[in-house]
């Protein structure tokens, strides 16, 4: 194992302007080295493996709001102009971290950590963090999404038919759309929507009954030709689909659907300053119910215990990782 005394490469931190987030600098970091001697019981951790996808640009476009910017603060070693934490900042990626050193006697040398890590190869610090070992890469890539639906499964839409804004919208019985199906069984019919770069991909997970294209014109008549009444429930789930899919297809749904419920998962990517990230959370808001992970898992841990809970969860987890996404290849 290396010791901070040992490290002497220039880290590098990517950091971003907050309302530019589409361009980054990567920013080399030479006063951070060489590193203060570790205190006790800690760990210095450097991410060795981040999972990039959508997420990361939700992360950017909502950090003022979910204090995603504040994880990671940028270092005192950042050199001028980037270290104006008022107009730059450090996001991160889940994904895992190797440990360089440790003082820390309840962890085992060669030990990796699953988190929210720092993009760039500056160290961090930390003490008190959990372990579990995963496939890395699987984990990184599916872990958080797995983690969302299985919260909202269990802890959300069975609840969603007794909130005073949706209760003629419980979601027994009702059809799916853009959404996977999990333990909370009684979904009549699930569809997957997707691109048509995607449809191949999301048809050969098998986990749909149907899987219509994003393109169609009138997802209306889509409805229609699987046999979908006008008294059924629809309960559409926006993953932060293209060209505002999910928008499209609730405004063509809605009117002809009074059982209608969309759900935002995510949004689509783009680069958008506060006041128009808080103008579509707002106007999505009015019309919809936003899932929102953390409040999620807060409820969750609330009800279970915060020891059955992640027993739970490491359970399904790892019933679903045996099981894979059909088509799903990871090198
Ligand atoms: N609310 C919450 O608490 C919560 C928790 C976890 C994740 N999320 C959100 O859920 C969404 C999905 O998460 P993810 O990170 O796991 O997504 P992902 O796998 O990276 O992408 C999901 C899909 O997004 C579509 N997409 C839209 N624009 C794209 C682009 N420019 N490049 C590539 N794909 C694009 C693709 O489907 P098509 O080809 O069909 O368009 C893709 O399959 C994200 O918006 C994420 O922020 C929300």
Redesign the pocket.
């Known amino acids: 194992m290396e010791t901070m005394a040992s490290i002497t490469e220039v880290p590098v931190i990517q950091v971003l302007e907050k309302e530019h987030y589409f361009s980054q600098a990567l920013v080399p970091l030479p006063s951070a080295v060489p590193y203060p001697p570790l205190a006790p019981s800690s760990l210095l951790l450097r991410t060795k493996l981040l999972?990039l996808?959508?997420?990361?640009?939700?992360?950017a476009k909502l950090g003022f709001l979910a204090h995603w910017w504040d994880v990671h603060y940028l270092s005192a070693s950042t050199p001028a102009p980037y270290d104006d934490p008022s107009k730059y900042g450090r996001l991160s990626a889940w994904g895992w971290a190797e440990v360089l050193e440790l003082t820390h006697t309840g962890v085992p040398a060669g030990s990796f950590f699953w988190g929210y890590q720092p993009i760039g190869t500056l160290p961090q610090d930390l003490t008190n963090i959990n372990i579990r070992a995963d496939g890395p890469a699987y984990a990184a890539?599916?872990r958080?999404?797995f983690e969302?639906a299985y919260l909202m499964n269990r802890y959300a839409l069975g609840s969603l038919a007794s909130t005073p804004s949706t209760k003629e919208a419980g979601t027994r019985g009702a059809t799916f759309l853009l959404c996977t199906r999990g333990d909370n069984e009684p979904v009549a019919q699930l569809t997957g929507?997707?691109?048509e770069?995607?449809?191949a991909f999301?048809e050969g997970t098998g986990l749909y009954d149907m899987v219509a294209s994003?393109a169609e014109s009138s997802p209306a008549e889509v409805l229609a030709k699987m046999g979908i009444s006008e008294s059924e429930k629809i309960v559409l789930v926006d993953?932060?689909?293209?060209a505002k899919?999910g928008i499209t297809w609730a405004t063509a749904l809605r009117p002809v659907y009074p059982n209608f419920l969309m759900l935002?998962?995510?949004?689509?990517?783009l680069e958008l300053s506060e006041t128009d990230a808080l103008a579509v959370l707002q106007a999505y808001g009015t019309t919809s119910v936003?899932?929102?992970?953390?409040e999620?898992l807060d409820q969750a841990i609330k009800i279970e215990g915060e020891v059955k809970y992640y027993e739970n969860l490491q359970r399904a987890w790892e019933s679903f990782h045996k099981e894979g996404i059909k088509g799903l290849e990871i090198r």
Not at 290 to 294: H, S, Y
């Open positions: 999972a996808t959508v997420n990361n640009f939700t992360y890539l599916t958080i999404m969302t929507v997707s691109s770069y995607s449809k999301v994003t993953f932060g689909g293209r899919v935002c998962v995510g949004y689509e990517i936003i899932v929102n992970m953390g999620l």
